[in-house]
Nanobody, 116 residues
């Protein structure tokens, strides 16, 4: 079965960096685009970044452009989100997501808190 396991969240000061990882299994990883979403308390889940299956195409929410970088290692079945210049408004639970040929899947999420 499809599994997505996020890691790398934590508490960081404004201006700091974190790298999130999402380890995937149960599907042909390189065949599918991967996405990172986030959900802040009291807000709807929003798309942060997307990367194509081969890693050649990426898209970002305007709020994170120039600060976040999505990447993937198809040999390790892992997608990453490098987050730099973090702001308090980046505080949220971050989820990875895949939409395969039969359904969409989510990980359990990892908490990112940006605070001094």
């Amino acid at each position: 079965q499809v599994q997505l396991v996020e890691s790398g969240g934590g508490l960081v000061q404004p201006g700091g960096s974190l790298r999130l990882s999402c380890a995937a299994s149960g599907f042909t990883f390189s065949s599918y685009a991967m996405r990172w979403y986030r959900q802040a308390p009291g807000k709807e889940r929003e798309l942060v970044a997307r990367i194509s299956g081969a890693g050649l195409s990426t898209n970002y929410a305007d709020s994170v452009k120039g600060r976040f970088t999505i990447s993937r290692d198809n040999a390790k079945n892992t997608v990453y989100l490098q987050m730099n210049s973090l702001k308090p408004e980046d505080t949220a639970v971050y989820f990875c997501n895949v939409i395969t040929h039969d359904s969409g899947y989510w990980g359990q999420g990892t908490q990112v808190t940006v605070s001094s």
